[in-house]
């Protein structure tokens, strides 16, 4: 079952990269990264270093304490879930890089757990206080990248026909 999710992680991967690799190819990537479709909206660069942030809190925070692997520790504050959007837009560079090493951190950590944990480990989510089971948080992890990369791929549609 845990690898069944991990295969799902890898393609959705594939449909974030490629928004990625279609503003690489723009003649301003950083502008299109940094475009909003309205004030106070997030930017397409916060969606997808969002995706790669929250991996990496998840295997080195949430599903193992294990902060010294952390490798964008010093931005987690400006990706994580409930932060606000900054002006200070990474590159594509940047963002494939924190998408990379998030899901390492990530599969690293997944390789702990084996199914028959699936519905007996548990954490506390600090935001909304809840307790997730390892088969809920799954299943989050893989809805999250795709909502976030839906989000970042209708700011580029709304970016290209402004």
């Given at each position: ?16 990269l490629s928004?990625?690799?279609?503003i690489a ?138």
């Amino acid at each position: 079952m845990i690898e069944s999710f991990i295969q799902a992680f890898t393609f959705n991967r594939t449909r974030t990269l490629s928004t990625l690799d279609q503003i690489a190819a723009m003649d301003d990537p950083n502008q299109v990264l940094g475009w909003r479709p309205a004030d106070g909206r997030a930017h397409i660069a916060w969606q997808l270093a969002h995706i790669g942030i929250t991996e990496e809190l998840f295997g080195v925070d949430r599903l193992a304490k294990r902060h010294d692997d952390a490798r964008h520790k010093d931005i987690w504050e400006r990706f994580q879930g409930g932060s606000t959007p900054d002006d200070n837009i990474p590159s594509t560079d940047e963002i494939r890089q924190i998408l990379s090493d998030g899901r390492e951190l990530m599969l690293q950590t997944l390789q702990q757990f084996d199914s028959e944990q699936l519905d007996t480990f548990t954490w506390v989510h600090p935001r909304l206080g809840k307790e997730l089971d390892l088969r809920t948080t799954l299943s989050i992890i893989n809805w999250h990248e795709s909502h976030h990369q839906g989000q970042a791929h209708i700011t580029l549609n709304l970016f290209n026909n402004q």
